[in-house]
Protein backbone atom coordinates (compact mmCIF):
# COMPACT_ATOMS: atom_id res chain seq x y z
CA UNK A 1 0.00 0.00 0.00
CA UNK A 2 1.33 3.62 -0.79
CA UNK A 3 -0.66 6.56 0.91
CA UNK A 4 0.62 9.73 0.64
CA UNK A 5 2.08 11.15 4.03
CA UNK A 6 4.30 14.17 4.67
CA UNK A 7 6.83 14.32 7.71
CA UNK A 8 7.31 18.07 8.39
CA UNK A 9 10.86 18.52 10.29
CA UNK A 10 10.45 22.39 11.08
CA UNK A 11 7.23 21.49 13.12
CA UNK A 12 7.26 17.26 14.01
CA UNK A 13 3.93 17.14 11.90
CA UNK A 14 2.93 13.66 10.51
CA UNK A 15 0.14 14.03 7.78
CA UNK A 16 -1.46 12.03 5.76
CA UNK A 17 -4.11 12.47 2.88
CA UNK A 18 -3.57 14.81 -0.04
CA UNK A 19 -6.16 16.55 0.91
CA UNK A 20 -5.05 17.15 4.85
CA UNK A 21 -1.47 17.51 3.76
CA UNK A 22 -2.15 20.27 1.16
CA UNK A 23 -4.62 21.87 4.27
CA UNK A 24 -1.50 21.55 6.42
CA UNK A 25 1.01 23.24 4.30
CA UNK A 26 -1.63 26.37 3.94
CA UNK A 27 -1.82 26.59 7.47
CA UNK A 28 1.91 26.23 8.48
CA UNK A 29 3.76 27.70 5.24
CA UNK A 30 0.66 30.59 4.48
CA UNK A 31 3.81 32.67 2.37
CA UNK A 32 3.12 30.08 -0.77
CA UNK A 33 -0.51 29.11 -0.80
CA UNK A 34 -1.84 26.03 -2.01
CA UNK A 35 -5.43 26.61 -2.18
CA UNK A 36 -6.31 29.63 -4.86
CA UNK A 37 -8.59 32.20 -3.80
CA UNK A 38 -9.67 30.77 -0.18
CA UNK A 39 -11.41 27.87 -2.17
CA UNK A 40 -10.82 25.57 0.67
CA UNK A 41 -14.07 25.14 1.58
CA UNK A 42 -15.48 24.16 -1.93
CA UNK A 43 -12.27 21.99 -2.56
CA UNK A 44 -13.51 19.96 0.54
CA UNK A 45 -17.12 19.85 -0.35
CA UNK A 46 -16.07 18.50 -4.10
CA UNK A 47 -13.82 15.64 -2.43
CA UNK A 48 -16.58 15.10 -0.13
CA UNK A 49 -19.52 14.56 -2.79
CA UNK A 50 -16.54 12.78 -5.69
CA UNK A 51 -16.78 10.27 -3.36
CA UNK A 52 -20.37 9.44 -2.37
CA UNK A 53 -20.71 9.74 -6.12
CA UNK A 54 -18.03 7.21 -6.93
CA UNK A 55 -18.39 4.89 -4.23
CA UNK A 56 -20.91 2.60 -5.38
CA UNK A 57 -18.77 2.01 -8.44
CA UNK A 58 -16.07 0.81 -6.51
CA UNK A 59 -17.94 -1.08 -4.52
CA UNK A 60 -19.22 -3.12 -7.50
CA UNK A 61 -15.77 -3.45 -9.18
CA UNK A 62 -14.72 -4.68 -6.24
CA UNK A 63 -17.27 -6.68 -5.61
CA UNK A 64 -16.95 -8.41 -9.14
CA UNK A 65 -13.06 -8.70 -9.28
CA UNK A 66 -13.34 -11.06 -5.70
CA UNK A 67 -15.76 -13.26 -7.81
CA UNK A 68 -13.43 -13.85 -11.02
CA UNK A 69 -9.25 -13.97 -9.11
CA UNK A 70 -8.20 -17.06 -8.65
CA UNK A 71 -8.10 -18.81 -5.10
CA UNK A 72 -4.05 -18.29 -4.87
CA UNK A 73 -5.09 -14.39 -5.89
CA UNK A 74 -7.49 -14.03 -3.51
CA UNK A 75 -6.36 -14.36 -1.08
CA UNK A 76 -4.33 -11.28 -1.26
CA UNK A 77 -7.22 -8.74 -2.32
Do not use: Q, W
Request: proline content about 10%; cysteine-free.
Amino acid sequence: YTVPVLSDPNTGALITDSLEIASYLEKAYPEKPIFPNNSEPLIRAFDSDHVSLIRPAIKSIYTRSAEILSPASAKFF
